[in-house]
């Protein structure tokens, strides 16, 4: 039985960090495409960041350059480090994750096992 796990979620001031981890069981997070998608209310779930099985990452533009993405396979935990936050990331942040080839596209995999989801409240 597959289960994902979030922590770390939290209410900063803008600019300031956070890191989220997600721990894996029941599958080996070096083997899947996995994600970190987020849902604000009254917002359509959105992609923030993927990584596939021969490491290649994928960000969405709105967070490039702040956010990165990461593996421990020691731990099978995926994690998202969150740096100069905005007011606009508040929204719930979901771990993801897809069985998937070495040389895909973790962006473009349809994602089909879930986390319960972490909040994160980054305030003005």
């Known amino acids: 039985q597959v289960q994902l796990i979030e922590s770390g979620g939290g209410s900063v001031q803008a600019g300031g960090t956070l890191r989220l981890s997600c721990v894996a069981s029941?599958?080996?997070?070096?083997?899947?495409?996995m994600a970190w998608f987020r849902q604000a209310p009254g917002k359509e779930r959105e992609g923030v960041a993927y990584?596939?099985?021969?490491?290649?990452?994928r960000y969405a533009d709105s967070v490039k350059g702040r956010f990165t993405i990461s593996q421990d396979n020691t731990r099978n935990t995926l994690s998202l480090q969150m740096n100069i936050l905005k007011p606009e990331a508040t929204a719930m942040y979901y771990c993801?994750?897809?069985?998937?080839?070495?040389?895909?596209?973790?962006?473009?995999?349809?994602?089909?096992?879930w986390g319960q989801g972490t909040q994160v409240t980054v305030s003005s």
């Open positions: 993801a994750a897809r069985r998937c080839s070495w040389w895909a596209r973790p962006d473009a995999v349809e994602y089909d096992y």
């Open positions: 029941g599958l080996t997070v070096s083997n899947y495409c």
């Open positions: 990584v596939g099985p021969a490491r290649n990452t």
